[in-house]
């Protein structure tokens, strides 16, 4: 069961804001909200997680909306290399489980 | 640190070969993976190793034999491979179990002939 819904694919100018978002309305109490993206051919990369505060590190920024039910990731400056696939993935204590994600692609 | 690394980064292979891919970490994890992915699809994880013991095997066929020889080290053997069983292969280990953030390795490409 698909546990969340990305859009499929999204554009954004180089430098601008990159804001992707998530849907997660069956989320249970203690889930947590996790972003990965994957750059062509390479393995995933970890991005930020939360449960239910907004999180910032120095790749992105992760906000979760009060009800939990969708969050949003923000890359506050993209550039070229930010092109890739975004997964945004909810879990608790199960090994990651891959959707289909949103394909970001920075435009210069 | 956050490394895991993979060998080697590609390979071809025959349907009749054996062959093994290797993963490596040194940051202490106690929880290893394996995960598929096939062209233009996400990736699907295929076993767990918690405390070099397996604890998941998503009905993954024997042809794919898993091993965690130590807690630093995890093999795939391959065996009597398909064409279709070409994908990138991808490692990954986590703190102490499936509670914990999964780090990546750069996988290896395998093609299947």
């Known amino acids: 069961d698909a546990k969340t819904t990305q859009p499929p694919s999204m554009d954004c100018a180089e430098g601008r804001a990159a804001n992707l978002p998530c849907n997660h309305s069956?989320?249970?109490?203690?889930?947590?909200v996790y972003w990965y993206r994957q750059i062509h051919s390479q393995g995933p990369q970890y991005i930020i997680h939360g449960l239910k505060n907004n999180e910032t590190n120095e790749m992105a920024s992760l906000i979760i909306t009060e009800d939990r039910k969708s969050s949003t990731l923000i890359l506050p400056h993209a550039t070229l290399r930010d092109t890739a696939v975004y997964y945004c993935i909810v879990r608790l204590n199960t090994p990651l489980v891959f959707g289909k994600g949103t394909r970001l692609s920075v435009i210069a | 640190d956050t490394e895991v690394t993979q060998t080697p980064k590609h390979l071809v292979m025959g349907m009749t070969n054996k062959k093994s891919l290797k993963c490596e970490q040194h940051?202490?994890?106690?929880?290893m993976y394996w995960y598929k992915q096939k062209a233009k699809k996400p990736p699907e994880l295929m076993f767990v190793?918690?405390?070099?013991?397996?604890?998941i095997n998503e009905s993954v066929p024997s042809r794919f034999s898993p091993e965690c020889p130590n807690s630093s080290l995890l093999n795939l053997h391959l065996h009597a491979l398909q064409p279709e069983d070409s994908a990138l292969y991808l490692c990954?280990?986590?703190?102490?179990?499936?509670?914990?953030?999964?780090?990546f390795g750069p996988g290896t490409r395998l093609t299947v002939l």
């Open positions: 190793y918690s405390y070099e013991k397996l604890s």
């Open positions: 940051m202490g994890h106690r929880a």
């Open positions: 990954a280990s986590s703190t102490r179990g499936s509670t914990d953030t999964q780090y």
């Open positions: 069956t989320i249970s109490g203690n889930e947590y």
